[in-house]
């Protein structure tokens, strides 16, 4: 079959117009330009603007482009390597390596654009994804199979309770982790291939970047690829997937720089108009089925912490649960600084968590919210002037917001301190004897960056 040849008509920064003579290439088509250098130009195609012109998004540099120059229509889409040959690799949004290795050599390849899975083989069933991380697994559990969210600001510390996540993964689940950084930096990415290397996790892990310095077309579509290579070991190899993505707002600012390029109208505070298409054309994909599941934890930037920004409402809509981080928190050391209060779970119910899960966390929450009102006051008058039944409010919540933080596995480096993986019994147990006043007389410091309770009865003795 003879290959359908264009030229190139109009270049625009990212965005290339290409003029066909036979026949135009598909929608989401892929088209390649042969250049001096070691790799081609590669073009996905984006909209018919003429009878024989489409417009395309460059997926690479477009540096020695010009007009004229011949461009080779492939006649499939953009397309990524699947197999068990990617685990311990990190890689590009077509699979080609960038750790200094050989590219990996597997059996096939997937177009990045696949369909969701039919509603008749999506399972039903509701299950705790456990951590290991005590904040979340008793006041906001994650989904087994669902997608849960970590709200926060710059420095807050999503990435390093992602990589918290990916380590503790393998400790309780016998899945394949990926990480995909969308918009990552090149030193974060480096950084956490190091420490999953160190940690011995990473033969488990596959890699997927597309980097901060990349044009938006590979930004735009790196988490597809990701979810390519989730689907094969869900589907084919019926392995639990745990898939971390950082960052989705990323994700949703490379389409609108994709969206600006091909001058299209924007929405509101400037965001594409398609935003709730180019989402849900993401978040779909990630589901149970009967054998296996893609558990997606997705951190999210929000926007000078303004969680009305559309990226942050549009993000909310497909979460099970939302894990917000505290800037105050995160100020005061504890750390991981996620907020009880603002953090939910739509797992956090009787019928799924059972009646003691439930009404710990309700008690939880109910002393941390009156240790909240009971601030101003002291703040103004003092803790003296409190009654003894605030008192001890204000006590047990100190003590529970200490007991809550965790050392991790990841941060050793930095604190010095053995990371603490913590069963959801455990935690509980200790959420409990806390509440009933066990411990009115020990120092609420004594609870900080421990795991279980044994920790603090052995240094009581």
Known sequence: MKNNVGYIKRIEGGVIDVQFTESKPCIKGKLIIKTDEEKDIVLEVQDYISEDTVRCLAISSTQGLFRGAEVLDTGEEISFPVGDELLGRMVNIFGEPIDNKEAPQTKERRSIHQKPVPVKDLSTKEEIFITGIKAIDILSPLEKGGKGGLFGGAGCGKTVLITEMINNMFKLYNGVSLFCGVGERCREGEELYREMADS?????????????????GVRSRVAHSALTLAEHFR???K?????????????VQAGSEVSALMNRIPSRVGYQSSLAQELASLQERICSTKDASITS???VYVPAD???????AQTFAYLSSSI???RSMAAQGLYPAIDPLNSSSKMLSRAIVGERHYNIAKQVKKTLSEYEDLKDIIAMLGFEELSEADKETVLKARQLQRFLTQPFFTTKHFTGKDGRSVSLEDGLDGC???LNGEFLGVSEQKFYMIGSLEELDLEEK
Do not use: C
Not at 200 to 216: C, Y
Not at 239 to 251: A, E, G, K, P, T
């Open 200 to 216: 011995g996790v990473l033969d488990k892990t596959a890699m997927i970047f597309g980097q901060m310095n990349e044009p938006p």
């Open 235 to 237: 589907d084919d190899k």
């Open 239 to 251: 392995q639990n997937v745990l898939l971390m993505i950082d960052n989705i707002f990323r994700f």
């Open 297 to 299: 934890i997705q951190a």
């Open 306 to 312: 303004d969680f009305t920004d559309p990226s942050a």
């Open 324 to 326: 917000v981080l505290s």
């Open 432 to 434: 409990e004897r806390i």
